[in-house]
Nanobody, 119 residues
Framework: QVQLVESGGGLVQSGGSLRLSCAAS????????MGWFRQAPGKEREFVAS????????TYADSVKGRFTISRDNAKNMVYLQMNSLQPEDTAVYYC????????????WGQGTQVTVSS
């Protein structure tokens, strides 16, 4: 199993930045594709970004492309989401998740961290 713990959320003004972190334990992080998802109040959870096992390929939702950057440090078992130019519509609980390379569904999830962007 993989245990994931997010941190770094908080309250920020529109246009500001936050860096989310996801600490993994239980298994070597390099075995997994990692992703960030978010869920706003009253909305379904949505994909934000993903990064392949060694960080060669990153994928972003159109809504965050150019503003958010996903990265990973397999030596530290950490995944990050740098969020710049934050807007009120980015307000959500952000989740870190992992999946095996050839599996579509994400298998392990963190508990989430709240990001609130004020206008």
């Amino acid at each position: 199993q993989v245990q994931l713990v997010e941190s770094g959320g908080g309250l920020v003004q529109s246009g500001g930045s936050l860096r989310l972190s996801c600490a993994a334990s239980g298994r070597t992080l390099s075995s997994y594709v990692m992703g960030w998802f978010r869920q706003a109040p009253g909305k379904e959870r949505e994909f934000v970004a993903s990064i392949t096992r060694v960080g060669i390929v990153t994928t972003y939702a159109d809504s965050v492309k150019g503003r958010f950057t996903i990265s990973r440090d397999n030596a530290k078992n950490m995944v990050y989401l740098q969020m710049n130019s934050l807007q009120p519509e980015d307000t959500a609980v952000y989740y870190c998740a992992s999946r095996r390379e050839y599996v579509i569904e994400y298998e392990y999830w963190g508990q989430g961290t709240q990001v609130t962007v004020s206008s």
